[in-house]
């Protein structure tokens, strides 16, 4: 039976370009800090939940 990498391949090709995508994003400032999301998260179901986090937090 023969291989086709065609999907393999196709997929390898656009996690590299998402990689890359979301590298640029955290070099431009444009990430999230996980202790921004730690206290959202920790918020949620208590009578203040905080707002979802915004890029740059």
């Known amino acids: 039976m023969k291989t ?3 999907d393999r391949d196709d ?4 996690k ?4 890359r995508r979301s590298l640029a994003q955290v070099e431009a400032g444009l ?7 730690k206290a ?3 918020s949620l ?5 905080l707002p979802l986090p915004q ?3």
């Open 4 to 6: 086709d990498h065609t």
């Open 45 to 49: 179901g208590t009578d203040n939940p």
């Open 55 to 57: 890029p740059g937090q």
């Open 16 to 19: 590299d370009e998402a990689t």
């Open 40 to 42: 959202w998260a920790s």
């Open 31 to 37: 990430g999230i800090s996980a202790k921004a999301m």
């Open 11 to 14: 997929w390898e090709a656009w």
